[in-house]
């Protein structure tokens, strides 16, 4: 037994001993190859991008880590640069790109390189970079050599490195929480434009001997994933804030997805325009569901132009208010401010050859200060289709117009069908709209006639409404077409001591009487269409005018002309100088029969 035991304990000693010498040995070989790949990796990476980039970018860091077990290495303090004399040659030589990039960051993680591959088949072969919380700062300056060239580098980068290597792939870059700073030198004193928080997934780079010609690469790549969550812009006047929610982005598509975007006024709707200092119109957007479908990456990269094919929203909501008895703004001047006007005016060239919109609730309020009260008019479920979209030369000579068709429901009743078309080359911002309002119950207009035009209507149902103008930045005219019966309204006026709208019983009897039409067609059955000329105010918006010039057409429809209204006036006159006339001989009389009765007390 004992000799049993000595047997034994000198196996399990000679095993350990042989397994401690095993490790030693590994680790040394693990060490010797740590130690040894670390130049070599760092002498890849430097010679690659320089190469790769024709001599653009160098790329230096402080330390590199590597383990060899996991095949994963780490770079302290990275900075990728441009060398801008090698920039200012490649213009020379009709071969620079448009964007020049600085990137900077502190830890870049290489994950799984396959060293054994690289030094016995010269492939570098790795599975994942990462770059976490990196500074770019991105430089745009379009070039007129790089127009209508491939979506591949000039220099094919196998040609590059093709001495050292015969493939270069990376199955995925990530740049994580990306503090992205864009600059454009096409603009002379431009603002740069700033984004954190943004995520890209670059999937799939192969640099070998076929990748530069395959057809299904762009930039040798297979795809690009974009993402951003929760973006919040300061708008410069500090009157509101740009949000955005989910962003999502993919290159083989063409498709990007946003959860939800809003425009969010930081004051309340009285409150604005104080703030402001002078009646400006107040905008609270809200849209959800927002897809664009084929959008051209490389094109938007290289040159910043936005082309998307068709556009979708769905669920959104426009509300749109303005304060009356504030003061103008100073000199303020709202011509040449027309949408399809800020459409050209936009720095960034867009084309959208399709947009089309379900379920938009659009909302327009006055708060008038004459009547204390707030007016509003309501399109709600507005869907529709734009077409044109756009503000680029070269497709404005092809096709001027941008053509809108909606169908809505007014007050949430009565359907609207609405067109628009809009010149985008005329320099006084010419367009025309025409539509059809069906039959409604005339009373739901009262939520904007008494607070703004002081007039309830009492009852009256409308057939149909129908308009056509043409417009420019002096005024829209066009006709509109009244079809309604039995109509009686009230005018009002504010009481103060009441503090609300009361009925004005006698000129509410002679509008009935003298000036409103109760029914169009009338006895005859002859529809009468009525011609409207507004002349704009500088400072009336584009929703404003077309309001007014609605309005003035049904006013004028029922009978409410500047004619009648004279009419109506002269009658009060007249009726206001009878009754003072009434009330003077009134005074005379009872001055006569006081001094009767005076002189007989007198006698006795």
């Not at 302290?76 to 990039?101: E, G, M, S």
């Not at 927002?290 to 936005?306: A, F, H, R, T, V």
């Not at 739901?444 to 209507?457: A, E, H």
Request: charged content about 25%.
């Amino acid at each position: 037994m004992p000799d049993t035991k000595r047997y034994r304990y000198k196996v399990f000693k000679w095993i350990t001993c042989t397994l401690l010498g095993i490790f030693i040995v590994l680790a040394g070989i693990a060490w010797l190859l740590n130690v040894k790949s670390r130049p070599i990796l760092t002498d890849r990476i430097k010679t690659l991008l320089y190469k790769s980039t024709d001599s653009l970018y160098t790329i230096t860091f402080t330390k590199v880590s590597t383990n060899v077990f996991t095949g994963n290495a780490t770079l302290q303090n990275v900075r990728i640069t441009p060398d801008t004399n090698r920039f200012r040659q490649l213009i020379a030589l009709k071969r620079a790109p448009n964007n020049l990039y600085t990137v900077s960051l502190k830890k870049l993680v290489v994950k799984r390189f396959h060293p054994l591959t690289l030094y016995r088949e010269k492939k570098l072969q790795l599975e994942e970079i990462i770059f976490d919380k990196p500074e770019v700062v991105m430089v745009n300056q379009q070039f007129d050599f790089n127009e209508g060239r491939a979506l591949r580098p000039i220099k094919s980068p196998y040609d590059i490195i093709s001495k050292n290597l015969k493939e270069f792939s990376i199955k995925t870059i990530r740049f994580k929480d990306i503090s992205f700073k864009y600059v454009n030198k096409n603009i002379p004193n431009s603002v740069p434009f700033n984004i954190d928080d943004l995520n890209i997934t670059l999937t799939d780079l192969l640099v070998d001997s076929t990748s530069a010609d395959d057809p299904s690469r762009f930039y040798l790549l297979k795809d690009i994933v974009i993402n951003l969550n929760n973006y919040v812009y300061h708008t410069p006047d500090k009157m509101y804030d740009i949000k955005l929610d989910q962003l999502d982005f993919r290159a083989t598509t063409g498709k990007l997805r946003i959860n939800s975007f809003a425009l969010v006024p930081l004051y309340d709707e009285m409150k604005f325009g104080k703030i402001a200092g002078y009646a400006r119109e107040r905008f609270d957007i809200a849209m959800r569901d927002i897809m664009l479908n084929g959008i051209d990456l490389p094109l938007y990269i290289s040159k910043q132009e936005l082309w998307a094919k068709e556009m979708a929203i769905a669920n959104g909501s426009v509300s749109v208010f303005n304060q009356n008895g504030l003061p103008s703004k100073p000199q303020e001047n709202k011509i040449g401010k027309f949408p399809h006007q800020l459409l050209q005016l936009l720095r960034a060239p867009i084309l959208v050859q399709k947009i089309q919109l379900k379920d938009v609730n659009i909302n327009y309020s006055v708060f008038n200060s004459e009547s204390n009260q707030r007016g509003r008019i309501s399109f709600e479920n507005t869907s529709g289709i734009i077409k044109n979209a756009t503000n680029l030369d070269n497709i404005k000579a092809i096709n001027p117009i941008m053509e809108v068709n909606l169908n809505t429901y007014l007050f949430g009743q009565g359907k609207l069908d609405v067109n628009f078309m809009f010149n985008l080359t005329a320099k006084d911002g010419a367009f025309s709209y025409r539509g059809v309002l069906h039959n409604f119950n005339a009373r739901i207009l009262n939520q904007i006639t008494k607070p703004l035009g002081l007039v309830r209507i009492n009852r009256g149902s409308v057939d149909q409404l129908k308009f056509n103008f043409k417009a420019n930045d002096s005024g829209t005219k066009g006709t509109v077409a009244f079809s309604y019966y039995d109509l009686s309204v009230a005018l009002m006026k504010n009481d103060p001591e009441k503090d609300h709208l009361v009925t004005r019983g006698f000129l509410s009897f002679l509008a009935n009487a003298l000036i409103i039409k109760s029914e169009n067609p009338g006895a005859d059955g002859k529809l009468v269409p009525v011609n409207v000329n507004y002349s704009r105010p500088s400072n009336a918006s584009f929703f404003h005018m077309i309001w007014k010039g609605l309005f003035t057409g049904i006013k004028y429809s029922i009978g409410i002309t500047e004619e009648k209204q004279n009419e109506v006036r002269e009658h009060i006159a007249n009726f206001k100088a009878m009754r003072a006339n009434h009330l003077k001989r009134k005074q005379k009389r009872l001055e006569r029969r006081i001094k009767r009765e005076r002189e007989q007390n007198e006698k006795r």
